[in-house]
């Protein structure tokens, strides 16, 4: 089967369009990058000692990259992943060889446009795609122009950061069968949009599709979600919505739990990063819906809140349960109700609210 992106245009594509990032002489950014490296190393001690994890399988070093490495990368790892997945899926149902060499190059323009526009934005990520277990990316550029733009202190911002990518990684780490559930989630996903009756290939370039379209024109009311169709595939992105909240308010409650302790000025950056968040011009907040990035804003809430109340309840060791197996994984019902999950792993725990039925 000729692939259904064309990997090599997209990776192409969003390397033009992927801006510099603010400016920085050699020796300043030779200096981010050690800092960077170092507050890693930093933060995996806090990380450890706040939650109680410890990693069980080795892990490549942390790799601070530019924009256009970051894209790389993410092209890599979708390429290795998606594609096998999709081609499975497609079995027969596949386009003639000019529609497909059309479409993947169309496609492949589409989604360098896409990880173009992303890569300006991304912080840092845990990347596990391109192997087992995964690996760590901070994107240096973007980090030291939030930092500036938010006027912050740079050692206390950059560990602040690391904080929370570096509970990812841990998450992954510490949590052997974490890579293998999600990937096996993602061929779920996969396999339940034959049940749709269209070309799975041309249904995620029609999504691409959507992405590219809506950086180009704020006022496309389209969305990603219209390519999930089927009851199957909603069960399963139910599922993944629950994991990644789940994963996404991990972070961000290590980060504020371990904050305080050891970053002066953390409140200032909480705050100011806060309001990051929630603004940006029509443009912005059009693509952040079509993204989902505003869903993601809302998971990093919900599943804080999550955490914090199942921490208040069995303290971290009961927690970390929740890492015990797929089973004991949070249901998308119960991010709204502790207690519900507390009863399920847990059992009746004394002081407890009772759980409403």
Request: with cysteine; charged share 25%.
């Amino acid at each position: 089967m000729a692939q259904f992106v064309d990997w090599d245009l997209a990776a192409a594509t969003a390397g033009a369009l992927s801006k510099s990032g603010p400016k920085a002489t050699l020796d300043e950014a030779t200096q981010v990058v050690d800092d960077l490296r170092r507050l890693t190393d930093e933060a995996a001690g806090h990380v450890v000692a706040y939650t109680g994890l410890q990693a069980q399988v080795a892990h490549p070093p942390v790799r601070v990259v530019d924009r256009r490495d970051w894209a790389a990368a993410n092209i890599a790892g979708l390429r290795d992943v998606i594609t096998p997945l999709v081609s499975r899926a497609a079995g027969d149902r596949q386009p003639g060889a000019l529609t497909d060499a059309i479409g993947s190059r169309v496609t492949g323009v589409q989604a360098g446009t896409v990880l173009s526009y992303l890569s300006g934005r991304v912080l840092g990520q845990y990347e596990v795609f391109s192997g087992d277990p995964g690996q760590l990316l901070l994107v240096a550029p973007n980090i030291v122009e939030v930092e500036r733009k938010l006027q912050a202190d740079p050692r206390d911002f950059r560990l602040w950061v690391c904080l929370h990518e570096v509970t990812h990684r841990t998450q992954f780490t510490a949590v052997p069968w974490m890579r293998g559930h999600f990937l096996g989630q993602v061929q779920a996903f996969v396999d339940a949009s034959q049940a749709g009756g269209d070309n799975i290939v041309e249904r995620i370039r029609r999504g691409v599709g959507t992405l590219s379209d809506a950086i180009r024109d704020p006022q496309s009311r389209a969305s990603v979600l219209d390519i999930v169709q089927t009851p199957a595939q909603r069960a399963v992105l139910d599922r993944l919505t629950a994991l990644m909240t789940l994963l996404e308010g991990h972070a961000e409650f290590v980060m504020d739990g371990v904050g305080p302790e050891v970053i002066p000025t953390v409140e200032q950056i909480r705050a100011g990063f806060n309001r990051r968040r929630e603004a940006g011009n029509p443009l912005e907040k059009a693509i952040r819906r079509l993204l989902g990035v505003e869903v993601k804003m809302r998971q990093y809430a919900e599943g804080r809140k999550f955490v914090h109340g199942v921490v208040e309840r069995v303290g971290m060791a009961g927690f970390n349960k929740i890492f015990d197996s797929p089973l004991t994984l949070p249901r998308l019902e119960e991010l709204g109700d502790p207690d519900a999950w507390v009863a399920r792993v847990h059992g009746p725990v004394s002081g407890s609210p009772p759980t409403v039925a």
